[in-house]
């Protein structure tokens, strides 16, 4: 009897250990940052979870300048950031590493009862500094403009107020930290005015062509739409484990030849041309 108990010890303590083996406790990584690639980090995270299972992509907005700040401090794995960190004051990008996984368009969104479908730059510009007050000096509405702006912080503000505002500032605008939040704004207030990423265009809100031409995946490619930007994912020092194999499914096919192009972004490899940080353009030989 002593023998048989003792092997029917052995064999249980053996099936504890063997079932503690099998447990997958997961892993999971935290995304933090940028509103205009949200949709585009919570796809892939989403797709990538349920390609491994026990992995984990937590993505959440917050604006460029908390994705790099918090990646700095070491808070998250990935920083989200439509601008580079050298454009963003307190963010050392020596400590960052600089993964640019995909390409974004951003248009001016108008409320649709605006009647204005085209702008110059210049009066787009004027618009933004408060100079132009009522839509009729543009051709539309006897209207007020509404002025919706992007929070401090905001790469779609940055990469706004570089291509469009030439150095001046915005005046008499609401500021609001999420991009659908403005969308939504935009959508419901008789003569609002804003920008978002092309992936946020619904039938909601109309857009603005500049000096003829359209803010289309095409135009921006070949820098004729000049309002674009590199999503970048940060990462302090080289990445590791988790973040280094979602990093690399980021660049892979499904992503780039599937998710990103569905959800309105540009895959890298697409484009006709690079900018560096300082906003020179270079033609890229293919």
């Known amino acids: 009897m002593k023998r048989v108990l003792k092997m029917i010890a052995s064999v249980g303590f053996l099936l504890t250990v063997t079932g503690c083996g099998a447990v997958d406790n997961g892993e999971s990584i935290n995304a933090v940052g940028s509103s ?3 949709p ?3 796809a892939a995270g989403e ?3 349920s390609n491994h299972l026990g992995k984990f992509i937590n993505v959440q907005g917050g604006g460029s300048g908390t994705g790099l700040s918090q990646v700095q401090a070491g808070a998250v794995q990935i920083g989200d950031s439509d601008l580079f960190a050298e454009e963003k004051e307190g963010i050392d990008s020596k400590l960052l590493v600089d993964h640019k996984v995909a390409i974004v368009g951003l248009t001016p969104i108008i409320n649709k009862e605006v009647g204005v479908s ?3 730059m210049e009066n787009l510009r004027k618009i933004f500094t408060g100079e132009i007050t009522n839509w009729k000096e ?3 509405k006897d209207q007020d403009v509404v002025l919706i702006n992007r929070a401090a912080g905001s790469g779609s503000r940055h990469t706004f107020e570089q291509w469009v505002l030439d ?3 915005v005046k008499g605008a609401q500021e609001q930290d999420s991009t659908g939040m403005v969308r939504q704004i935009v959508s419901t207030t008789p003569g609002a005015i804003s920008y978002v990423a092309f992936s946020y ?5 109309a857009t603005l062509s500049i000096d003829g031409v359209k803010p289309t995946e095409d135009n921006v490619k070949n820098n004729k739409w000049v309002i674009w930007s590199y999503e970048h994912m940060y990462t302090k020092g080289e990445p590791k484990g988790l973040t280094k194999e979602f990093l690399e499914y980021m660049l892979t096919d499904e992503v780039q030849e599937d998710i990103v192009p569905q959800l309105g972004y540009i895959p890298v490899s697409q484009m ?3 900018r560096d940080v300082e906003g020179n353009i270079k033609e890229i030989s293919k």
């Open 118 to 120: 085209d702008i110059t």
């Open 138 to 140: 543009v051709g539309g």
């Open 167 to 169: 150095g001046q500032k």
């Open 201 to 205: 265009v619904t039938k909601d809100v």
């Open 272 to 274: 006709q041309v690079e």
């Open 36 to 38: 205009a690639m949200q």
């Open 47 to 49: 797709q990538y979870s």
């Open 40 to 42: 585009l980090v919570e």
